[in-house]
């Protein structure tokens, strides 16, 4: 007989009494709530553990997708924390005149291991084509080490717009960009530590998000911004998390619009 994992909502259950924090850089916020999930060990236990996991290879899957690390994608609802982002958005950025309950939110998982050789490019900051992530941290606090950095880029400043704003490919930034890629190109694929005080030297550290057991960062997507990762932090045991991506529809805007 199939023994199926039938989940039920107490495993996703947000919080009843939670804070948060913003930071803004240039205007931009990241927000941070801490003891999200009421049952966290749960969820791990019931959802995280029993996804099905493959490593991410750069030259046989998505080329835009270089994490370094073990990848799955939820195919379940998160409907408490997809509204809490979606509440969290409307009250601390420009998205005001949204309704939270309609924003859609897709979800991951993410693993990675330090000690081990990744491409150059896979450490390196980036942006995702989403106007909002999320990275709800799953390490136990016993094993967590780094968080997220974001970063300003010598030529572009701390976003790339690319994803969600048409124009923007007309800038000067983008330009600036572009020609650092063509000349990062020749040595994206080396082999290099998965460690990031490795990454290129035109990258600088604006703000870190330490990573804590349950907490939950959203910002927008178009910022610079990595995990931090070094050397014999992760050796056995992985970095694990769950991120989220809030699309341009979900909000109402047209990523092609002059």
Known sequence: MIQLNIIDEKTHKVNDDLHYEVTRLEN???????????????????????????????????????????????????????????????KCTDFNNIEPSEVKVSYQVNAMHSDRDVNRISIQPHVDPAVFATVLYLNPEVDAQGGTSFFKHKGTGLTNMENVYKPYKRTEEYWNFKEWVYDFQDKALDQIDNDTTLIEDVWEEEHHVPMKFNRLVIYPSYMWHTAVMKKGWYTDKTRTSMSGFVWADSLGIDVDAE
Do not use: R
């Not at 493959?54 to 997809?82: A, T």
């Open 28 to 90: 931009h916020p990241i927000i941070i709530v801490d003891e999200v999930l009421e049952n966290p060990h749960d969820f791990i236990s019931e959802v995280v553990s029993k996804l099905p996991m493959q490593y991410n290879d750069l030259h046989k899957g998505d080329p835009d997708e270089v994490f370094p690390g073990y990848q799955s994608k939820l195919h379940i609802d998160l409907p408490e924390v997809s509204l809490l982002i979606g509440h969290m958005i409307q």
